[in-house]
């Protein structure tokens, strides 16, 4: 089956620095992914939908130049979290469509646990 | 902007128990997906819902699209530890927008031995 593979899985970063997040559709071509972000033991929030070839789609309230998505490939996809604030510390997923058609499910990645020092 | 409302948002049972999650919306899906997450890993797709008033069986769970495919349910027949984890409903608005769901708030399932 379709396979989203995403890595890191984890990683610590100190305040002020920039971390990526690479989102790869391992077996299928994806012109979109999606990237959401999660707190602990609630549900997903879609950050933005990345968009290959061109610019992704931000949802209301979340900072562009913070967060940089670059979809340059039909098979990956990656989120950069700019100057990195404990804040920003979360569980950051991503998701491709298998298909076209609103029937079509969801796969996603395994996560990545960022913590900001 | 289309909600979807998740219920419960906890709930903790013995094994052997049954239970059900909601999920309703004043908006109609063209389809609406139920997942099921582990901690550390992401969502997996349960099952897909796409006409109104269909029913779906998977084992010991049982959901169903609501007539007019605004409300969906997911039953858990006799639960057991292995079924403990995040449960979220997802809903598909359809036309071009296909792959960005609305999620519900998602029922935190905890089933004791």
């Known amino acids: 089956g379709a396979v989203v593979s995403q890595h890191p899985s984890w990683v610590i970063c100190k305040s002020g620095t920039s971390v990526k997040i690479e989102c790869r559709s391992l077996?299928?071509?994806?012109?979109?992914m999606f990237w959401y972000r999660q707190f602990p033991k609630q549900s997903l929030m879609l950050m933005a939908t990345s968009n290959e070839g061109s610019k992704a789609t931000y949802e209301q309230g979340v900072e562009k130049d913070k967060f940089l998505i670059n979809h340059a490939s039909l098979t990956l996809s990656t989120l950069t979290v700019t100057s990195a604030h404990p804040e920003d510390s979360s569980f950051y997923i991503c998701s491709a469509p298998g298909g076209r058609g609103s029937t079509s499910p969801l796969h996603f990645g395994n996560g990545t646990r960022l913590t900001v020092t | 902007t289309q909600l979807l409302e998740q219920s419960p948002q906890f709930l903790s049972i013995q094994e052997g128990e049954n239970l059900t999650v909601y999920c309703n919306s004043s908006s109609v899906f063209s389809s609406l997906q139920w997942y099921r997450q582990e901690p550390g890993e992401g969502p997996v797709l349960l099952v897909t819902v796409v006409t109104g008033g269909e029913v779906k069986k998977l084992k010991r769970l049982t959901f169903q699209f609501g007539d007019a495919r605004k409300d969906s349910s997911l039953h858990i027949t006799a639960a057991q530890p292995g079924d403990t984890g995040l449960y979220l409903c997802a809903g598909n608005a359809g036309g071009t927008s296909y792959g960005k769901l609305t999620f519900g708030q998602g029922t935190i399932l905890t089933v004791h031995p």
């Open positions: 077996d299928f071509q994806a012109t979109t």
